[in-house]
């Protein structure tokens, strides 16, 4: 899904898992790919958290 736009462009969001009210990285540091069903696009990529 590519929600790109001339708005959009350019526009960077933070990473992580949001806890607490803020953006934390794994403690690892590994991520994995978040793929849409619908045509295989890595739409996300987000933290590998282990609980």
Do not use: C, R, W
Request: aromatic letters at 12%.
């Amino acid at each position: 899904m590519n929600v790109e736009s001339s708005f959009t462009k350019g526009l960077s969001l933070p990473g992580g898992a949001f806890i607490n009210g803020a953006f934390h990285a794994a403690k690892s540091g590994k991520t994995f790919e978040t793929i849409t069903p619908y045509d295989g696009e890595v739409i996300a990529n987000l933290p590998f958290l282990q609980m």
